[in-house]
């Protein structure tokens, strides 16, 4: 089989999805925890023409000054740190005034959009681990997104997950090494909303916040190119980004190339990557990682592993490059995100 070495993008790239650092909570305090350091992501970037690599989990409060003032702040030319939402306020009373001053803040802070992990809809409870589960659309976060809007903060928001998540994990199961690493995934049973309602929930907050502009994470719904492009049809403040979800990208490589060339200017290039994130290794950062995205984006080599692994972490099955031309390749790998970063051209 045809094998492409794609050492380096064709075009400079800004990674939108990454997890450089997460908020953990150690001795009852919550503290910036760094999965790697500048020098060691720095040269990676530059052998594999990243330009900018936008750390989604910046956290929030002193979290997210710790995550600016380690990444953004000396090197405001590569790194760019989100915020995110401070769920465990959820219960205080005057919640959503205090979480859309909270943008605000975040901006003065410097950080550059608001990440939203698909704790919202899935994990986050009313009494944040008790009680029933709080629904994307819920009001009480109607002043933040407003808030990200009318700032120019991009709302990046991962809802949902692959249909397997939501189907018992049995040997009928396409996914099911995957769900077997990652129990906490399985959404099948229980009190959890159907993939269809959480989508549904996510649609009426796009729909209700038109100046607010939305990268869907994840493609949204990557299994359903149909369903993400009547989406798009919809909602013009929508955008899509497809970090690890090459795999379903990569099977479907027709409807894909189709997807992309019709909205070649709502995609965005994103990883998900983890420096060091071995239990995820679809998404571990590394030069490999990167080089089979762009193997993906910019060959059309056939059935290839779409994850730096020796087993196909998400299911058993290989992917199909989708050759984009120059001019979609550049818009994806950084034109699209730029504009919605604000960059100065
Ligand atoms: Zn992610």
Redesign the pocket.
């Known amino acids: 089989m045809e094998e492409t070495q794609v050492p380096r993008a064709r075009f400079p790239v800004i990674d939108f999805?990454t997890?450089l650092s997460w908020s953990a909570r150690r001795r009852q305090v919550t503290e910036a925890h760094n999965n790697a350091t500048p020098e060691e992501v720095l040269p990676i970037m530059d052998r594999k023409n990243v330009r900018v690599m936008v750390n989604?989990?910046g956290g929030y409060g002193r979290v997210l000054e710790q995550t600016i003032d380690y990444w953004q702040k000396p090197h405001p030319e590569r790194f760019i740190v989100f915020t995110e939402p401070w769920f465990e306020k959820i219960t205080e009373p005057g919640y959503p005034q205090f979480q859309a001053d909270q943008i605000a803040r975040a901006q003065a802070l410097g950080a550059r959009g608001l990440k939203l992990?698909k704790t919202l809809g899935l994990y986050l409870r009313e009494q944040v681990t008790s009680g029933p589960l709080v629904k994307i659309d819920d009001r009480r976060f109607d002043p933040m997104w407003e808030a990200a809007g009318a700032h120019r903060m991009p709302v990046a928001i991962?809802t949902s997950d692959p249909e397997a998540f939501f189907l018992p994990t049995d040997r009928f199961n396409e996914r099911y090494e995957e769900l077997s690493a990652h129990p906490d995934w399985s959404f099948y049973g229980k009190d959890y909303p159907s993939n269809q309602e959480l989508q549904e929930a996510r649609n009426r907050v796009m729909a209700r916040h038109p100046r607010t502009q939305f990268v869907v994470?994840h493609v949204g719904d990557s299994e359903n190119l149909p369903y993400v492009s009547g989406l798009l049809d919809r909602y013009p403040n929508m955008h899509v980004e497809i970090?690890?979800r090459i795999g379903e990208l990569g099977r479907q490589p027709r409807a894909s190339r189709k997807f992309f060339d019709k909205y070649q200017d709502r995609v965005l290039f994103g990883t998900?990557a983890v420096p060091r994130g071995d239990d995820t290794p679809q998404q571990v950062f590394g030069e490999r990682l990167y080089e089979i995205y762009y193997r993906f984006l910019e060959t059309e080599d056939e059935y290839f592993d779409y994850a730096p692994a020796p087993k196909p972490p998400q299911g058993r099955w290989r992917i199909y490059g989708i050759g984009l031309p120059e001019k979609i390749l550049r818009k994806v790998y950084y034109e699209n995100a730029a504009r919605l970063l604000n960059f100065k051209s």
Request: no cysteine; aromatic share 0%; glycine share 10%.
């Open positions: 999805h997890h989604l989990t992990l991962h994470l970090g690890a998900d």
